[in-house]
């Protein structure tokens, strides 16, 4: 049980243009959901925290405007990259959680490269 | 706001030996869990073993234990007999038991463990 599944897995976009990376709970109901981006040998940093039916809560130094965040249903959260540009190459995480759980459940990552 | 430190960035170990890691944190708080994740090369993240900081009693989980100094906020993993399987990046995590706090997890920056057959 908690399955966490991103889609897509890898996707190559070109400069300027925006990316959507959906994150999916596939048997539980998320209340909330976490995502994170990781630069490679680096550690995980959050960059928003999305709770259903409300607006996401942006980290400092996270541009609200470039990495739109939707929360729409209990098991569906995006993440737009708007005109994405060469240094919003990375590897972005989700994860989700429900409410009362100690644990938050990771999804596999999708890897974004902008040429 | 937290902290998490794990001074090790590489660590190596021979199959069928044991590997400590270190993780030291930072908190006010006196309530909170702590974690350790393993990311394969996959780059699933997997949930290693958990601590509440209430319980005194060290968590293991088969070949994984910790040894959680409060006082000393320190949080450090065993990996008993260690498998060829094991070699990943091992981050140790800081939660607050607050849920006023987000729920947000804290990292550290990450131990790259290799295993040596």
């Known amino acids: 049980g908690a399955v966490v599944s991103q889609h897509p897995s890898w996707v190559i976009c070109k400069s300027g243009t925006s990316v959507k990376i959906e994150c999916r709970s596939l048997d539980f109901q998320a209340t909330t959901m976490f995502w994170y981006r990781q630069f490679p040998k680096q550690s995980l940093m959050l960059m928003a925290t999305s709770n259903e039916g409300s607006k996401a809560t942006y980290e400092q130094g996270v541009e609200k405007d470039k990495f739109l965040i939707n929360h729409a249903s209990l098991t569906l959260s995006t993440l737009t990259v708007t005109s994405a540009h060469p240094e919003d190459s990375s590897f972005y995480i989700c994860s989700a959680r429900w409410a009362g759980t100690r644990e938050q459940y990771f999804g596999p990552g999708t890897r974004l490269t902008v040429t | 706001a937290q902290t998490v430190t794990q001074s090790q960035p590489e660590m190596s170990v021979q199959e069928a030996e044991t590997v400590t890691l270190s993780c030291t944190y930072d908190?006010?708080?006196?309530?909170?869990?702590l974690f350790w994740y393993k990311q394969p090369p996959s780059r699933q993240m997997i949930l290693v073993i958990r601590q509440e900081a209430y319980k005194q009693q060290n968590a293991t989980e088969n070949r994984f234990s910790v040894n959680f100094q409060k006082a000393a906020k320190s949080f450090s993993l065993k990996i008993s007999d260690s498998q060829l399987g094991d070699a990943a990046m091992y981050f140790c995590?800081?939660?607050?038991?607050?849920?006023?706090?987000?729920?947000?997890?804290?990292f550290g920056g990450g131990t790259r463990l290799m295993v040596k057959p």
């Open positions: 908190t006010s708080e006196s309530d909170y869990y």
């Open positions: 995590a800081y939660r607050s038991y607050n849920n006023n706090a987000g729920n947000m997890l804290t």
